[in-house]
């Protein structure tokens, strides 16, 4: 009974690490546990999974959920709130233009508009507040933007810090 056991477990425990690898042989996108998807060759499925992820802490990257418009809009209220006095030069910041939410604009726009019209004042605070902090300015201004287009913003469970800019001019 316990060979029996042993061997299941051992079956068990070999076929779920056998399938993220054949996943990637078949192309579907692998999460490599930073939030970000990563996809490798075949050949080197698991040193490029790990050398991916790794690389994830210097590069700007944003979820799926980070690009909706309801994230911006859930985001809206809790922004000057946020404490920026922890993001520095090495903080992961990562601009989202509305512009390039997924979603219905036309509704969900709509919405977003009207969080930010009822927390103007809260907005009028956050854009202060990212003035104050000079990552988050330089991050801003070498992508040509200001911290009066900032709408938003979002730290994530990592320490990184979404920033979400209004281009839709």
Do not use: C, H, W
Not at 25 to 41: K, L
Not at 129 to 153: H, Q, R, T
């Amino acid at each position: 009974m316990k060979k029996t056991i042993i061997a299941t477990t051992f079956a068990v425990l070999l076929a779920g690490t056998a399938l993220p690898v054949l996943a990637q042989d078949a192309g579907v996108s692998v999460d490599a546990g930073a939030g970000v998807t990563v996809e490798t060759p075949a050949v080197d499925a698991t040193a490029g999974a790990a050398v991916d992820a790794n690389a994830s802490a210097t590069t700007d990257t944003a979820t799926a959920e980070d690009n909706s418009f309801g994230s911006v809009t859930a985001s809206v209220a809790g922004s000057s709130s946020v404490d920026l006095s922890t993001v520095t030069d090495q903080t992961t910041i990562t601009i989202v233009l509305l512009s390039s939410l997924s979603g219905d604009v036309a509704t969900e726009g709509a919405a977003l508009d009207e969080a930010l019209s009822a927390n103007a004042d809260a907005n009028a605070s956050l854009q202060t507040n990212l003035d104050g902090n000079a990552a988050i300015k330089a991050k801003l201004e070498a992508d040509g933007y200001a911290a009066s287009d900032v709408v938003a913003v979002k730290t994530n469970a990592d320490g990184s810090l979404v920033v979400y800019v209004d281009d839709r001019a």
